[in-house]
């Protein structure tokens, strides 16, 4: 009985193994301050699979235009720039937070109210997209567990 037991608990793991995925983890849409024409979105990426994965855009439920962007030093300035493609190696995680990498929002059809989930859909190459219901946080109620500033 026990040897079965171990047997179908094997079973499970290793088909849980073999449907590996690219899963997002943590995902925060912030609403958009008063006045402001942009906002923000965060999460972590983590490609638990072989390949790498190459995330080409992102779309957010009400928002007409979403970038990927990342923080750069330049000539001593923190500046944002566009990126087109995000490579995300096999079995690693990608973090998008404040300062760093991050989804930026513009041109909101409808603004993200604080409390709702809203779907984010990340689009891959090779036809591939992920997506999730996101939280919508305000600005200060974000979770600080990942704050390394
Ligand atoms: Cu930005």
Do not use: W
Not at 23 to 35: H, K, M, N, Y
Not at 85 to 106: C, K, T
């Amino acid at each position: 009985m026990r040897f079965l037991v171990f047997i179908s608990a094997f079973c499970i793991f290793y088909i849980n193994s073999a449907i590996a995925h690219t899963t997002l983890i943590d995902v925060q849409v912030r609403s958009f301050i008063p006045g402001a024409s942009n906002s923000v979105a965060y999460f972590t990426l983590d490609n638990d699979t072989k390949d790498i994965r190459t995330l080409v855009s992102a779309e957010v439920e009400g928002i007409k235009r979403v970038e990927i962007h990342q923080h750069k030093f330049i000539n001593g300035m923190m500046k944002m720039s566009r990126l087109h493609s995000l490579d995300i190696n096999a079995y690693h995680q990608v973090h998008f937070r404040p300062g760093g990498l991050h989804l930026m929002l513009f041109e909101p059809i409808q603004f993200p109210k604080p409390g709702d989930k809203i779907k984010l859909t990340l689009h891959f190459t090779k036809g591939e997209s992920i997506s999730i219901q996101a939280d919508v946080i305000k600005l200060g109620e974000e979770k600080q567990n990942h704050s390394h500033h």
